[in-house]
């Protein structure tokens, strides 16, 4: 049978609509990236005040210096570029081989007496049962006062007349001595302060390491029949022998550096016997004005407290 399909209605198919973009996966990460930045604004806003700070004030300085050694610049009309004259002025200078022999000479006169003070101070404190917390007060109590306070009271004590070294010489009918005007004693003498002032700090590092040498190893070495100065040789020096070795290296770019003593008490003195790098740079800046020149001098001194730096973070980079 046929089906007449004349005048029947036509059914017209729509077109099909178009699908659905799939849903972006980096919607959902920059609205998370964006609440992370709002949450954490305040401290996104500190941290770059910080950084700005430490550019302004550290960064900046450092490459301006480095850029100052090779120019000859007074700051009243415009700097020359001078390549490598003020090194080799530097190096030509008398001073400057007397200035890092005087440098070295205190580096290692506080090693002597600066490094293995704080370690036996420490090692006494910590083998007391009382007033262990008042003695670590008087141990620190030089850290807390201003170096200048510091080196004008140890002057007061130089002193030729009045001073109290002298004095105590008297009483044990002794010579008086120039402790600051003799070639001979005063770089020892510089020493000396720069011991007192600045042996609290190492004092008290020491003090913590000691206390995390395991007790177990003194009970067994007192069972063997060690004397003290075996436990402290066997046991002591071996569990605390990279804070020694981080100390020392922390001392030697410590003293490296030292000016305030030797500018205060003996002005470079007598016959330029306490002569140190740092107040020789000073000299080249703020008494000849030679700002290049000084510039060359601290460029130099830069490379060579970078290299024990280096090796400080080297120690500590293997010890993590």
Known sequence: MKVDTVGAPRR????????????????????????????????????????????????????????LS??????????????????????????????????LWFTALALVFGFAAPFVTAVVLN????GRAYLRM??????????IVTVLLWRWFYDPGPGLFNHALGILHLPPQQWLESENLSMLSLVLVSTWANMGTTTLIYLAALQGVPGELYEAAQLDGASIRQRLWHVTIPQMRFILL???????????QVFIEPFVLTGGGPNDATVT????????????????????????????????AGLYLRLTRSKG
Do not use: C, K
């Open 12 to 67: 017209t198919r729509r077109p099909a609509a178009d699908p659905a973009p799939p849903p972006s996966s980096s919607s959902p990460r920059r609205a998370g990236l964006r609440r992370r930045i709002a949450d954490n604004l305040v401290g996104y806003l500190f941290l770059a005040a910080g950084i700005l700070a430490f550019a302004l004030f550290s960064w900046y300085p450092i490459v301006r210096g480095f850029l």
């Open 246 to 256: 981080i100390t020392l290296l922390l001392q030697v770019i410590g003293t490296m």
């Open 127 to 130: 083998e007391l049962r009382h």
């Open 277 to 308: 790098v740092l107040l020789l740079l000073y000299r080249y800046a703020f008494v000849y004005n030679d700002f290049g020149l000084a510039s060359a001098m601290s460029t130099v001194l830069f490379v060579v407290l970078g290299a024990f």
């Open 70 to 103: 090779f120019q000859q610049v007074n700051f009243a009309g415009p700097a020359d570029w001078v390549g490598l004259d003020n090194f080799h002025r530097l190096f030509a200078d008398p001073l400057f081989l007397t200035a890092w022999r005087n440098t």
């Open 138 to 147: 008087t141990v620190y109590l030089p850290v807390m006062l201003p170096p």
